[in-house]
């Protein structure tokens, strides 16, 4: 029983030194993602999010339309104030206070980091050059939009679309680097 207790509590000791190794990367927001992706030789991404409905995502919450679709899902609070809302409505919801950058705001919607991760560890101009520097402090490069964007296009969605068309959706709101893939 002794070595038992000695074994769980080593392996407990290892995952927590473990877990509190691991980064944890914190939201900077559109305007900060913004500094270096507006211009048209970096494929104007900025430009291309504010011009889609993931910039209005949180403005939508705001609606009578949307309190009225909350309270038809039995929900008691204001869409806006609805975490069965906001979880898909704004980016960095729900997460600890410290991982939300001076410059974050959740009325920007679904932003960049809801694509490509919280951009703390990532967003300098060195590391954005290194591909795979990036992707090793937090940059998500969504390969398969069939999978990553059902999380929240999706049935759960009282406004989903069973007939939506996902590659047509995506042709409005890809956004490529100019000459890459």
Known sequence: MLKLSIIVFLFSALNFCQENTQPKHAFVGA?????????????????????????????????????????????????????????????GYNVDSSLIGKK???????????????????????IMKDKNAAVANGLVLVSDIHTFCVKCHNSESPTFNKDMDLDKMWEKIKHPIPGTK
């Open 104 to 126: 974050f705001k959740m009325e920007d919607g679904v932003q960049c980091e809801a694509c490509h991760g919280p951009g703390n560890d990532y967003k300098s101009i060195q």
């Open 31 to 91: 305007e900060t993602c913004g500094m270096c992706h507006k211009t048209e030789k970096q494929g104007n991404q900025l430009g291309v999010w504010q011009n889609s409905q993931h910039s209005k995502a949180y403005q939508t919450l705001l609606t009578e339309q949307a309190d009225k679709i909350a309270k038809d899902k039995g929900f008691n609070t204001p869409a806006a104030k609805t975490a069965d809302c906001l979880k898909c409505h704004v980016t």
